[in-house]
């Protein structure tokens, strides 16, 4: 007789809900994270969208620490000198009240106690060691010479899946499959946030901005409204870095933040957090077998998550997928199979809804995404474009045919180049 | 078989705290709540005793209900019992009636062998509690300890004195408070932490001591706060070393004959 | 803002008795490129007199390094019982 029903290792999105949908099914349930208080070691860029977890925690609107909710979404392209930003404020967001920011020190915490409330024996401070095994069978884990046993793993460790990995559950991560993330928190007053960014005390903006101003790297930022305090950082894929060889991710940010249109965005706050995180961005390519005897892999551990340079989401994909292994565990213990084939199940569930779906409907978006032009010639050109528009400048004014050609003429780019380029984004994203 | 008991205390992590520039109090509000660090090495001084002499170790802590994670904690370093002494008359309580509160706490228990605690708590560093304790249960005493040895009935302590070191024999039954650092605390295991959360913390209220309300709590405090002053940082402010309030201090000591 | 300034505004409980990531000199030493000391956000790489420096202190468990490190230097885990980086914000 095992311990447990169900282990899980992670006490993030992915395993809380994971938890928290076990539990409340009469499972059983042992959630054990490596940080006290939970979440404390976790770290997002801090927009999250809870569809589904209303599917678990329907009040989390009215009870969940959030920031501010989604009122303005943003996608920018930055140059050296100008900003070209599209604002997409909507009072569909507003009335739907399902983007928020977060911070995660403060969100993991409750929904960890959530899991608790549900029955779940949560567990803070331990980092395990092992994955238990018997006969090829994921049979626990161990720590300190102890081995805890349970039906079943549910392997919600994040990105560094090094339980999974040092089973032999998956290959270890390569270049491609990773982002860096670079984040910090800017302290300034909510009247101040409210009245820089043209918001009430509950809604936010966020923005999400393709750095055209650095040489030779493709980096995505982002900006984030919480109550009194900005999120903001950079997300630099590990392959870019390596080829680029000379830039220090630290100092990527502090460009950021150097640049004309954000620094007076946070003038006058002050840095009270600085941290990193890596970010699933392989896409389909990095998801491993997702099950086997004993266990089923989670959220960031899966490779869960989806950028398309302009979009950056992963919480949801945590949510969600922690939910479906959850109740894939509790129809297993239904029918007392905790083999591969009846954890299968979780598989056929997760290609049901947009987590495999949106995987596979864009599994050659880092096509996109790593092309160079995207980031520093395009955003260039658009500058350029509107200079000529909207700079009176005592010349002969052109069309907007010839203005193109003269642009990319002059960024040396190839007009075959440009419209092939433009097909695949158009093909892909 | 020795019957220990640890006295623990939660407390504000001081990294957290922050003085408010404006109103000059702490800003706790970030605050994460921590085991006085140490009441650590007080637990694992207590572990080590259990190891090599045998025994029962009971953790014990006055605070809200939310203390409970303190407590769960240590059983997961090796304590056995875990108890919450916690009722809203307890509240607001200086070092006198918190000495006198656990205290009773420890002879409604039965009594100890030994009590060891912290020798002071970072949120406030009087060290008042532990010899309190002593006072009270009529115990002997031993303070700022680092090392404890237990032969014939008798513990062999060594305590940190300014500058030198200092090996004494107590007997039993005795309080002995342990230093910061005094040893390396082990890590709380998976397997005990699970254990104590299954067999949960005992709650002690004033209903099982039926202690006089006006000796503990806030009613029970001789101390009054009269005032707080924030003292310029000596090392970012050298010119104003904080020597002359201590003068002042001295010369109305000498004034009123208390000291000479 | 200097990047150790910027760490300084970070909370660590830090395990002074237990270095979760390790390096082997000996590689380090052969590695032609030193990926690390642009990889690493908590700048724990560094070159200095020309040789590769590491310490574990100021880590923020991002585990960037252990896919940087291509020559099988780094030897990566997880601090213990909670201790390393405390993230406030997150």
């Known amino acids: 007789m095992p311990d447990y029903d169900a282990i899980v290792v992670g006490a993030g999105n992915a395993g809380s809900a994971a938890a928290i949908t076990m539990a409340s099914k009469g499972l059983s349930v042992l959630l054990v994270d490596r940080s006290d208080p939970p979440g404390a070691k976790n770290l997002s860029g801090g927009v999250l969208w809870g569809n589904d977890l209303a599917q678990i925690l329907p009040k989390w609107q009215n009870e969940a620490p959030l920031e501010r909710f989604i009122q303005d979404k943003k996608i920018g392209f930055l140059t050296d000198k100008s900003s070209i930003i599209i604002d997409f404020k909507t009072k569909i967001f507003e009335d739907n009240k399902v983007g928020h920011t977060v911070l995660r020190s403060k969100f993991d915490p409750w929904l960890a106690k959530k899991a608790k409330e549900a029955g779940a024996v949560v567990i803070p401070g331990i980092t395990v060691e092992s994955l238990a095994k018997k006969d090829g069978k994921i049979i626990g884990v161990e720590e300190s010479g102890d081995v805890i046993t349970a039906d079943v793993v549910i392997l919600a460790e994040g990105i560094n899946p090094r339980l999974s990995i040092e089973a032999g559950l998956r290959e270890p991560l390569q270049d491609w499959e990773v982002s860096v993330g670079v984040k910090e928190i800017i302290k300034l007053s909510p009247q101040k946030i409210e009245d820089r960014f043209n918001l009430t005390p509950n809604s936010g903006m966020a923005s999400e901005y393709i750095m055209g101003n650095l040489e030779e790297l493709n980096v995505g930022a982002f900006f984030y409204t919480n109550k009194d305090s900005i999120s903001l950082g950079i997300v630099a894929p590990m392959e870019q870095l390596r080829e680029n060889g ?52 989670v959220g960031d551990a899966a490779g869960f998550g989806f950028s398309n340079g302009l979009v950056l989401q992963g919480m949801n994909y945590a949510f969600l997928s922690g939910i479906l292994a959850g109740e894939t565990a509790a129809e297993a213990k239904g029918r007392n199979n905790f083999s591969s084939d009846s954890l299968a199940l979780y598989r056929q569930k997760l290609e049901k809804t947009y987590v495999l779906k949106d995987l596979k409907t864009f599994k050659d978006i880092r096509k996109v995404t790593g092309n160079r032009s995207m980031y520093t010639t395009y955003p260039k050109m658009l500058e350029s474009i509107l200079l000529e528009m909207l700079w009176e400048r005592g010349q002969p004014k052109k069309k907007i045919r010839e203005i193109l050609g003269s642009c990319a003429a002059d960024l040396n780019v190839g007009k075959l180049k440009t419209a092939t380029d433009f097909y695949y984004m158009y093909r892909r994203m | 078989m020795l019957k220990i008991a640890v006295m623990i205390k939660q407390v504000p992590d001081s990294q957290d705290i ?232 001295v010369s109305v000591l000498i004034e009123r004959g208390i000291v000479k | 803002m200097d990047i150790k300034e910027r760490l300084g505004k970070t909370k660590y409980d830090v395990d002074k008795s237990y270095a979760h990531i390790t390096v082997d000199e000996s590689i380090c030493e052969k590695c032609p490129h030193h990926f690390c000391v642009m990889a690493c956000p908590a700048q724990c790489y560094t070159i200095q007199d020309g040789k590769l420096n590491f310490q574990y202190e100021d880590c923020v468990e991002c585990g960037t390094c252990s896919i940087a490190c291509d020559q099988g230097s780094v030897k990566w885990t997880f601090p213990k019982a909670g201790k390393g980086v405390i993230y406030k914000y997150g």
């Open chain 2, 18 to 249: 922050s003085i408010d520039p404006v109103t000059k109090t702490l800003n706790r509000s970030m605050a994460r709540n921590v085991v006085n660090p140490p009441d650590v090495n007080a637990t694992e001084a207590a572990v080590q005793l259990k190891d090599r002499y045998g025994g029962e170790i009971t953790v014990i802590t006055m605070g809200p209900p939310m203390a409970d994670s303190a407590l769960l904690q240590l059983m997961g370093m090796g304590a056995d019992n875990g108890v919450l002494v916690t009722d809203r008359v307890f509240a607001g309580a200086d070092t006198w009636p918190t000495a006198f509160t656990l205290a009773s706490v420890a002879d409604y228990l039965g009594g100890f062998d030994v009590i060891l605690c912290g020798e002071e708590t970072t949120d406030s560093s009087t060290g008042h509690v532990g010899p309190g304790i002593a006072e009270f249960m009529g115990y002997e005493q031993a303070t700022y300890v680092h090392k404890v040895e237990y032969e014939n009935g008798f513990f062999v302590v060594v305590r940190d004195i300014e500058g030198a070191e200092e090996t004494i024999k107590i007997g039993k039954p005795a309080v002995i408070t342990i230093t910061l650092n005094a040893n390396d605390p082990r890590n709380p295991t998976l397997k005990r932490k699970i254990a104590a959360y299954k067999k949960g913390v005992k709650l002690v209220t004033n209903k099982e001591l039926q202690l006089d309300p006006a000796c503990i709590g806030l009613k029970g405090s001789p101390t009054i706060v009269k005032d707080m002053k924030t003292v310029p940082d000596p090392v970012k402010n050298p010119s104003k070393p904080g020597i002359e309030e201590l003068d002042k201090i």
């Open chain 1, 246 to 297: 000379i830039t220090h991710t630290y100092d990527i940010i502090e460009q950021f933040k150097e640049h004309p249109s954000i620094a007076p965005l946070i003038e006058g706050g002050t840095v009270a957090e600085y941290g990193a995180h890596m970010i699933p961005e392989g896409g389909l390519g990095m998801v491993p077998k997702l099950y086997g005897d004993g266990y089923m892999i």
